[in-house]
């Protein structure tokens, strides 16, 4: 059983930066891509960004060059730094290990992290 530990969440003022981690027992994460998803209230649940394997990236549009994904394989860690943070980033953000592309569309993988607060507020 994979368990996700995430960390980094907060109140931050708008163009602030927050980084937030995710760290992952077991011995598969190495082998599957990582991303993360968010959250707000009233809305659905939707990918931030994710990272392959290999280290291929990919991105929402809302969050592109502001936010940036990264992976620690030997620390079975992940990583999503985000700059320039907007009031419209604010939601409960969850990593998730295993999330697979079909066609131009991103599924979420098994395993869920328990879901971090990032609140962007003056």
């Known amino acids: 059983q994979v368990q996700l530990v995430e960390s980094g969440g907060g109140l931050v003022q708008p163009g602030g930066s927050l980084r937030l981690s995710c760290a992952a027992s077991g011995s598969i994460f190495s082998i599957y891509a990582v991303g993360w998803y968010r959250q707000a209230p009233g809305k659905q649940r939707e990918l931030v960004a994710a990272?392959?394997?290999?280290?291929?990236?990919n991105y929402a549009d809302s969050v592109k060059g502001r936010f940036t994904i990264s992976r620690d394989n030997a620390k079975n860690t992940m990583y999503l730094q985000m700059n320039s943070l907007k009031s419209e980033d604010t939601a409960v953000y969850y990593c998730?290990?295993?999330?697979?592309?079909?066609?131009?569309?991103?599924?979420?993988?098994?395993?869920w992290g328990q879901g971090t607060q990032v609140t962007v507020s003056s």
């Open positions: 998730n290990v295993g999330p697979a592309k079909y066609g131009s569309s991103w599924y979420p993988g098994a395993y």
């Open positions: 990272i392959t394997v290999g280290g291929s990236t």
